[in-house]
């Protein structure tokens, strides 16, 4: 049974709000969590590396090399809270992402938990150069991209710069994806305008919808002031006349700064018109051609 609809909330963190342990981050995230499921929400999607909210109260002589390991040490706790809050509240949470610890190294992982006890993890694919320097971050990509079904709906998660990436795209293609979930982080403007310029091409050339959010302001790491977040909260649709023909679902400006630090309390909330794409990907859109790889043409050099 397929929905014809889902609202989902999109919380577009404000790093510039004070922390000073876990315990007060969780305070905020049961916060938004309360008020998305109190607007019918079945659904809150958290940033890329929320958890560099984290660092406000990490030890002032940690160094960049120690961060993702420090982070990850606090995943575990908080998770676990996750998937008690989303039981609790019976709304599914897309954790963001913060580092996990693996083989090699760490990876940058999302965690979608659902009000049943189900958790859904994906590794991001394609890195930064500074998620993967050495004297930074120093990160290991994923290798997988793990669909699953929710809801009766095909999701997936692409991180951030994995929404660029037109090859992710087509091994997407086939495989009717109802909502792609984009966390995100970017420091620059040009930045949030390929994350979210590509998430609307995917929308467009998947016939999904794709909800895309980042974080914003900065993260006051004791005299150290990290770079401004600038981003959005945003959710993309199929440009098709039966959808209001520009593809915007909903949207909320562009935040170079993150002021002021109440803007924590705001949520863009967001219905996604699953069966209206549904019936457009299965032969009322306009000129969709499918699932298109193009495998059958040749490049020629001429």
């Not at 000073?20 to 809150?44: C, F, M, P, R, Y």
């Not at 002032?60 to 390991?69: G, R, S």
């Not at 909330?269 to 000129?287: D, H, K, M, S, T």
Request: glycine share 8%; proline share 6%.
């Amino acid at each position: 049974m397929h929905p014809d609809t889902l609202k989902i909330a999109m919380w577009s963190v404000n790093f510039n709000r004070p922390i000073s342990n876990l315990g007060n981050w969780l305070e905020l995230v049961e916060k938004q969590i309360t008020n998305a499921k109190s607007q019918g929400a079945d659904l809150l999607i958290l940033p890329e590396y929320a958890s560099e909210h984290w660092l406000a109260f990490a030890p002032k002589a940690l160094a960049p090399t120690e961060e993702i390991a420090w982070m990850a040490g606090h995943g575990t706790v908080v998770l676990t809270v996750l998937q008690a809050l989303s039981q609790q509240h019976d709304i599914a949470i897309l954790a963001g992402t913060f580092p996990v610890a693996c083989a090699e190294g760490f990876n940058n992982r999302a965690h979608f938990v659902t009000p049943y006890g189900a958790m859904i993890a994906q590794d991001k694919l394609s890195l930064t150069p500074n998620e993967i320097n050495p004297e930074a971050w120093n990160l290991q990509p994923g290798t997988d991209i793990n669909l699953f079904t929710w809801q009766g709906l095909n999701l997936a998660i692409l991180t951030c710069l994995d929404i660029e990436m037109p090859a992710l795209s087509i091994l997407l293609a086939p495989h009717n994806i109802d909502l792609v979930l984009v966390p995100s982080m970017t420091r620059r403007l040009a930045g949030y305008h390929r994350v979210f310029g590509c998430a609307k091409a995917r929308a467009i050339e998947l016939q999904t919808a794709v909800a895309v959010v980042g974080p914003v302001g900065n993260v006051q790491q004791g005299e150290l002031t990290r770079s401004d977040n600038t981003s959005a909260s945003a959710l993309y649709v199929p440009c098709e006349e039966s959808l209001d023909h520009h593809g915007v679902a909903a949207a909320t400006e562009v935040n170079q700064g993150g002021e002021p630090a109440d803007l924590i309390d705001e949520i863009l909330f967001a219905i996604v018109p699953c069966g209206q794409i549904r019936e457009l990907r299965e032969g009322l859109a306009e000129v969709w051609p499918g699932g298109w790889s193009g495998d059958h043409v040749t490049v020629n050099k001429l």
